[in-house]
């Protein structure tokens, strides 16, 4: 399998996350997204959305969009599972990690910020204030739902899809500034996976295209 990403970007490091939990070998093609190879005709055809990440199956298939590629992930190589072991469990572990790819991650997002910036004017000052007032009020909400579902992770005393979507959200909040304080459940699970092998690997500074400094 191939996956292309950008060292930095959260959704690119979901699927680090669920790859390196499940044990699975990939080479790995950075997109440099500072540069605006997402928008390349070549990329495009790959991905028309011109976001990362995509996977490319073995068998040449393309897959955008985190969420699907890890679902499909976990449908190919079942074990080890990134899903708790109950129905509703599961579904308590996609609605964190829908939250988060939904609700929280596509208001930081490059292009998003660029627009807010480039066309419409708006100050850091108030970025700041929006960056808190929706990534931070959404991750606000993960909190509570957490705090219903965490043992030593998200859902349980296992890491799941849950986890896969909230250390890179905790990652990007950081870099933005956004106010963590009300999330101390989140910040405890956080620090406990940072502490795993797989995490560490899928780690943004660990990959070849990371930026140094
Ligand atoms: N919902 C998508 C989000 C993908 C996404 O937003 N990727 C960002 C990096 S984290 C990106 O490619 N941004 C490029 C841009 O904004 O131009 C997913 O889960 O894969």
């Known amino acids: 399998m191939k996956l292309l990403g950008y060292w930095r970007s959260s959704a690119t490091y979901r699927v ?8 699975l070998d990939y080479d790995y093609q950075p997109v440099n997204l500072l540069k605006g190879e997402q928008s390349g005709a070549e990329y495009l055809k ?14 040449g298939e393309e897959i955008s969009q985190s969420l699907a ?7 190919t190589f079942p074990s080890p599972s990134v899903l ?9 572990a996609r609605a964190i990690a829908a939250a988060i790819a939904c609700e929280a991650q596509p208001f930081a997002n490059l292009r998003i910020q660029k627009y807010l910036t480039e066309t419409l004017g708006v100050s850091d000052e108030a970025k700041a204030a929006f960056l808190n007032r929706w990534p931070g009020g959404a991750l606000n909400a993960v909190e509570a739902m957490a705090c219903e579902t965490a043992g030593a992770f998200c859902v349980g005393d296992e890491p799941t899809i849950a986890d896969a979507f909230l250390v890179p959200q905790i990652f990007a909040s950081r870099r933005f500034n956004i106010d963590l304080s009300n999330c101390p459940t989140l910040l405890a699970i956080d620090e406990r996976c940072q502490k795993l092998p797989a995490f560490i690997k899928a780690h ?8 140094k400094g």
Request: charged letters at 25%.
């Open 46 to 59: 790959k991905n028309p959305q011109a976001l990362v990440p995509t996977l490319v199956t073995d068998a």
């Open 69 to 75: 590629i890890i679902e499909f992930l976990q449908e």
């Open 84 to 92: 708790p072991k109950t129905p509703i469990l599961r579904a308590k």
């Open 16 to 23: 680090r996350i669920a790859l390196a939990l499940k044990g």
């Open 204 to 211: 943004p500074d660990n990959q070849p295209d990371a930026v």
